[in-house]
């Protein structure tokens, strides 16, 4: 490029370059900055405190239990997501009659707004009314009705189950469209070579979409980590932070107690874990294109 | 050695209401090597398939030997396919991908890899069994897929096309490989092409098949002399026989362009054909009939002289040195020995008494 086209390329951008910085980057070091002052509702003026925040939540137990809640929820989230997203594509790639009403079907908890998705497992898990219990029940699994959401030792999973629901669809779709895109010759040929369906599946259609593998994970690990509706509908982050993860507890401390500047240091935190995350997605992409050029 | 019959009894394959192959029966013999040949979209790959066992025939009954092997799945009917596209595992290196079916076999590991070595060898990989398919030519590809094909010595190869992606030049040179490969391992082979030349050097036996039908089964050379309909003699050669609809009766033919004694029991709408080097061109008053010249090209071993007789066009094969000229009238000379007759209504070859 010559110096002049270097100009106008600079000019060409510069909107978008404009318009992220203001609506991302401005935003991300206010928060930075707004981790380094006291701000309270009964002191409004900020004051400067350097890192005194940050020693303070280090010190915090609660800290400690929502990084501990946020791997828990964010790795059985995206495991249970992507394995049950990935079975529904194998059924759903099958031939077999009425395939296009399963495929819409299964978009439905996707599709859903959150909060209603939310509001609809709260019943379910209703300790009286609930579905959840009336079938548990019913198979003679438990005698009498469980407060799940209510219960330390059943929030989590129970907001886990209610969070893979509402997301598989969109991992099923992802694998599906991969799925489609599989050499048809490559599986037929490996059934000549005698290889059953599991092992044409581990073998050739695996191997086959695994950089679609490798993406949908991590986008769906930047999803879940981020998530806020579900679990701040169904618990609020409770019993006890059994359920709080970083933007539940962003959110409780900001507005909830207005101890805004401790509320951006769980968010310079979990602004790390996102950039460290994001970078990953870089990588792969790229592998993956590289991949892409020379085959 | 182990070698398969494959048996094909009134098999169709219907999708919907479309027929792609009807109603076909043919009987391959131990060791033969058998092209299916016809034009795109006549049903050679789907009979293969069925074969294979990739897709179910709608009807009729396939045999491998002397067994029924309608139910069974592809990877326990003992063959081996190479594909269009080789269908090769990108993930895997040419060593893993020849070893594949011994892997799923469950063969061990040092068996194996002295298998794909030897196989490796048979076709010429040697040197490559740790790239992977990605870093390979189309021509080496294709010999990937061979390798996998015969590594665990089947009783039957499968070929669909598997020359189609090469350049003319390799094409030929594969085509030769082949062959010998074929001939030295007495593998029983079923072969799919559009291309008559590759089914002429090729095959044992053709089965020329046109729109899910089966024409005729034969030698090339029985095909390509006495064509069992007009189709097989319109496919076949380059360029193809001569076809003229005439009309004969009472001995005589009703055509003023052309004059030809009617051989006896030939009657009614025909259609007559020579193969355009079993014609020559004569003076105009000389020949069976005559026109003017309409194109002549070039081959290198020959010259082709088109020319145009009433509303049809008559290709006739002369010497290179021939010197005619758009334009010219010609006349053009029936080799009576090599004449064809077929039934126009019904395209079947008619019969005759030559010794008249
Ligand atoms: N899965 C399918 N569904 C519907 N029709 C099909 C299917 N597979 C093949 N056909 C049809 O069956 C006919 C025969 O197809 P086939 O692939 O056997 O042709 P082919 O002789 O191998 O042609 P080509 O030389 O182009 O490969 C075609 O008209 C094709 O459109
Ligand atoms: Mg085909």
């Known amino acids: 490029m010559s110096h002049r086209e270097r100009w106008m390329a600079w000019i060409f951008v510069a909107p978008a370059l404009l318009l992220v910085g203001a609506l991302m980057y401005y935003p991300m070091i206010g928060t930075i900055i707004e981790s380094l002052y006291s701000t309270s509702f009964i002191n409004p003026v900020p004051k400067f405190q350097g890192l005194a925040a940050y020693y303070k939540i280090l010190a915090d137990p609660i800290f400690g239990q929502v990084v501990w809640n946020s791997l828990i929820w964010t790795v059985f989230v995206v495991a249970l997501q992507n394995v049950f997203g990935l079975l529904v594509a194998l059924l759903l790639n099958q031939q077999m009659p009425g395939q296009g009403l399963m495929r819409s079907l299964v978009l439905l908890p996707w599709v859903l707004p959150g909060v209603v998705a939310a509001i609809l497992w709260r019943f379910m898990y209703d300790p009286q009314l609930g579905l959840v219990n009336s079938l548990l029940i019913s198979l003679g699994l438990i005698d009498h009705g469980t407060a799940w959401l209510a219960e330390t030792s059943t929030a989590m999973g129970s907001i886990i189950m209610a969070a893979v629901w509402k997301g598989f669809p969109f991992s099923a779709i992802v694998y599906l469209a991969a799925l489609q895109t599989v050499d048809q010759e490559q599986v037929e040929a490996a059934k000549i070579d005698g290889a059953g369906a599991t092992r044409r599946l581990f073998d050739v259609v695996l191997p086959g979409i695994k950089d679609v593998i490798a993406i949908n994970l991590l986008l769906t690990t930047i999803l879940t980590f981020n998530y806020f509706d579900i679990i701040w509908v169904m618990t609020n982050g409770g019993p006890q932070n059994a359920t709080a993860i970083f933007p539940t507890q962003i959110y409780e401390l900001g507005f909830g107690q207005f101890r805004f500047g401790e509320a951006a240091v769980y968010g310079v935190f979990s602004i790390l874990v996102l950039a460290l995350l994001i970078m990953v997605y870089f990588g792969v992409l790229s592998r993956g294109r590289h991949r892409g050029k020379a085959s | ?356």
């Open chain 2, 1 to 356: 050695m182990i070698l398969a019959s494959v048996t094909l009894s009134s098999v169709s394959k219907f999708w919907g209401s479309f027929v792609a192959v009807e109603k076909i029966s043919l009987a391959m013999a131990d060791g033969e090597f058998i092209v299916l040949l016809g034009p795109s979209g006549c049903g050679k790959s789907t009979t293969m398939r069925m074969i294979a066992g990739l897709d179910d025939p709608s009807a009729g009954e396939i045999r491998i030997d002397d067994r029924v092997v309608n139910d069974l799945p592809p990877g326990k009917r003992d063959l081996a396919m190479v594909f269009q596209n080789y269908g090769l595992y990108p993930h895997m290196t040419v060593a893993d991908n020849i070893g594949y079916p011994l892997k799923v076999a469950g063969v061990n590991r040092e068996e194996r890899e002295r298998q794909v070595r030897a196989a490796a060898e048979r076709v010429e990989l040697g040197g490559l069994l740790e790239r992977k398919p990605g870093q390979l030519s189309g021509g080496q590809r294709q010999r990937v897929a061979l390798g996998r094909a015969i590594v665990r010595t089947p009783k039957l190869f499968l070929m669909d096309e598997p020359l189609s992606n090469l350049d003319a030049k390799l094409r030929v040179y594969m085509r030769a490989e082949l062959k010998h490969l074929q001939r030295d391992l007495g593998t029983t082979t079923i072969y799919v092409t559009h291309d008559q030349v590759e089914a002429m050097t090729l095959a044992d036996r053709v089965a020329v098949m046109a729109n899910g039908k089966l024409q005729q089964v034969g030698t090339p050379l029985d095909i390509y002399n006495t064509p069992a309909n007009v189709f097989v003699a319109g496919f076949l050669g380059n360029p193809p026989m001569n076809l003229l609809p005439i009309a004969i009766a009472d001995g005589r033919v009703q055509d003023s362009e052309l004059t030809l004694a009617a051989p006896a029991g030939v009657n009614g709408a025909i259609t007559v054909g020579q193969r355009p080097e079993d014609m020559r061109l004569s003076e105009t008053d000389a020949g069976n009939m005559a026109g003017e010249v309409y194109t002549t090209e070039l081959l290198g071993d020959s010259t082709l002289v088109t020319v145009k007789v009433g509303k049809n066009l008559v290709a006739v094969k002369t010497d290179k040195n021939t010197k005619v000229h758009m334009g010219e009238n010609v006349g053009i000379r029936f080799d009576p020995k090599h004449l064809h007759f077929f039934d126009t209504t019904s395209g079947t070859r008619v019969a005759f008494d030559a010794s008249r």
